[in-house]
Nanobody, 115 residues
Framework: QVLFVESGGGLVQPGGSLRLSCVVS????????MGWYRQAPGKQRELVAG???????NYAESVKGRFTISRDNAKKTLYLQMNSLKPEDTAVYYC?????????WGQGTQVTVAS
C-alpha cells in the first residue's frame, strides 16, 4: 500500500505563501503522475494541481498562476508552492495519484487563510 504524508500547512494571512510537502512511500514514485487535491468544509474534494504523463502540469482555474506543483524524485516528495493565498483557498490539502487509482488518502494538511 502506498502511503502519503502531507505537511507544511498552517495559518497564513491573505496574500501570503506556503509550501506544502508530501512524502510518498513507494519505490515507483518517479513513475507516478501525482496531484494535489483539497477539500473545503461542506465541499467535495477537488484536484487543484496535477501532473500529466507528458511531463506537463495542469491547474484548476481558481489557482492558476498562483500555485506551482513540483517534485523531488530522490526524496520521493511532491511539493505545492502556494502564493497570493486567498481566504477561499482554506481547505485540507492532500496529495495522491492523478488521476486517482484507488490509493488511500493521507491525513492531509490544513491550510487556513485568514487575517
Amino acid at each position: 500500500q502506498v502511503l502519503f504524508v502531507e505537511s507544511g500547512g498552517g495559518l497564513v494571512q491573505p496574500g501570503g505563501s506556503l509550501r506544502l510537502s508530501c512524502v510518498v512511500s513507494t519505490s515507483i514514485f518517479s513513475f507516478l503522475t501525482m496531484g494535489w487535491y483539497r477539500q473545503a468544509p461542506g465541499k467535495q474534494r477537488e484536484l487543484v494541481a496535477g501532473e500529466t504523463s507528458g511531463d506537463s502540469t495542469n491547474y484548476a482555474e481558481s489557482v492558476k498562476g498562483r500555485f506551482t506543483i513540483s517534485r523531488d524524485n530522490a526524496k520521493k516528495t511532491l511539493y505545492l508552492q502556494m502564493n497570493s493565498l486567498k481566504p477561499e483557498d482554506t481547505a485540507v490539502y492532500y496529495c495522491n495519484k492523478a488521476p486517482r487509482v484507488g490509493f488511500n488518502w493521507g491525513q492531509g494538511t490544513q491550510v487556513t487563510v485568514a487575517s
